[in-house]
């Protein structure tokens, strides 16, 4: 049987190639950081999640290594069972206090976390309203739900309330969105989301993976940046970004909510529980982010350099102050070309295209990082003057 299902998946690994869609994986052969080795040569990393340079921070690593002699490696279980230890309850409560909120719930990862919502939350009586540029892991999540599925386009606010007109015979209405788009690294518009959700009785939900820790005055991100925090009904987020970068996810909301998800959410109850090691140096993260603002300023600092002088360059970049920054190509070949070439030039990025991006809208996505200096961001402008030719 396989042997015909073989040659049907090669042709669909060819066309990915041809049209210039293959997403090669780069092995790097040191710790995450701003500075890595790969293929053998040290380059710069502008493609890492790892907004405040905590993922290799000497801190964090060394609350991992606490935390394995005192919590051991892994719980061989799920929360309900055997898998609660005093350092999950503890990471909780710091997080629903870091954020406002009044309880939190840890998942395995941020997809986890957004595939266990909708279908706990919301049946066939309820309608789930969502950005049209939502991460896949909302998009799945809500497929999972037997709830009404309306769509609005990106941040169109007069969209959105006709969806809410549409959906006002449903029990429960749910607008989802995220709190910044990875792609473009625009911010969701809070305040009128919230405004139309209470106009209309709606929940709001907001992903904020790529915001909290760095986002908002105390990085608390988008919520407290828009001044929304006790307008916002559920918060998911991720511990694999900006919070050290290696795994984990959680939910963060009502207190009802948060008990619900307990009992009845599929990748929480059927999920090994996030190892210990990570909740214990996540604990570290927040105190590293409640004592000091520096690595937040000097990401500031970072991305308005990068962004001043990429467009003074002439180069075509989505407006905005996210540290994400797409420098926009178009076409998906010569996207990718250009990543290789900046390699060779000693920079790390990756072109991305389509299906993660539009076709015709493929761009390279860079991303600053605290760790990176000034003269880091200089050399990537550059080599991106260099490498366009």
């Keep these: 049987m396989f042997t015909n299902v073989r040659e049907q998946l090669r042709t669909t690994l060819d066309e990915i190639t041809e049209a210039g869609l293959l997403k090669p994986e780069r092995v790097i052969m040191t710790p995450q950081s701003s500075n890595v080795s790969v293929a053998g040569r040290e380059v710069l990393n502008f493609c890492a999640n790892n907004y405040l340079g905590l993922a290799d921070h000497p801190a964090v690593v060394e609350a991992a290594k606490e935390a394995l002699d005192r919590w051991g490696f892994g719980m061989a279980s799920v929360r309900f069972i055997c898998g609660t230890q005093q350092v999950h309850k503890d990471l909780e409560t710091r997080l629903s206090e870091f954020l406002g909120m009044e309880d939190t719930v840890l998942y395995s990862s941020c997809f986890d976390a957004n595939g266990g919502v909708f279908e706990t939350l919301l049946d066939a009586q309820d309608a789930v309203i969502s950005d049209a540029l939502n991460h896949a892991s909302i998009i799945d999540g809500i497929r999972l739900s037997k709830a009404r599925?309306?769509?609005y386009a990106n941040r169109d606010m007069a969209e959105l309330e006709a969806r809410l007109k549409e959906?006002?015979?449903?029990?429960?209405?749910?607008i989802v969105t995220d709190g910044v788009f990875s792609m473009d690294g625009y911010l969701a518009p809070l305040p009128e989301i919230c405004d139309l959700a209470d106009r209309y009785d709606a929940m709001v939900m907001v992903?904020?993976?790529?915001?909290?820790?760095f986002v908002g005055p105390t990085g608390r991100g988008t919520p407290e940046l828009h001044g929304v925090t006790d307008r916002i009904d559920i918060i998911t987020g991720t511990l694999g970004k900006a919070l050290g970068g290696a795994s984990g996810g959680y939910v963060s909301g009502r207190k009802e909510i948060c008990e619900l998800l307990r009992q009845r959410s599929r990748p929480y109850l059927f999920s090994n529980s996030l190892a210990p090691v990570i909740a214990a140096a996540s604990l570290r993260?927040?105190?590293?982010?409640?004592?000091?603002?520096?690595?937040?300023?000097?990401?500031?600092?970072?991305?308005?350099?990068f962004r001043g002088e990429m467009a003074r360059a002439g180069f075509d970049i989505l407006p905005g102050d996210h540290p994400i920054v797409p420098v926009m190509i178009g076409d998906a070949a010569e996207a990718a070309a250009m990543a290789d070439r900046l390699l060779d030039l000693g920079i790390y990025v990756i072109g991305f295209s389509f299906p993660?991006?539009?076709h015709g809208q493929a761009r390279i996505r860079v991303q600053l990082s605290a760790a990176h200096s000034a003269e880091d961001v200089d050399r990537a402008v550059a080599a991106f003057v260099q490498a366009r030719g």
């Design 149 to 151: 599925r309306l769509r």
């Design 285 to 305: 993260i927040l105190d590293l982010l409640e004592t000091s603002g520096e690595a937040r300023e000097q990401l500031r600092s970072n991305t308005a350099r």
């Design 356 to 358: 993660v991006v539009p």
């Design 207 to 213: 992903d904020d993976s790529h915001a909290v820790g």
């Design 167 to 174: 959906a006002g015979d449903a029990r429960r209405r749910l």
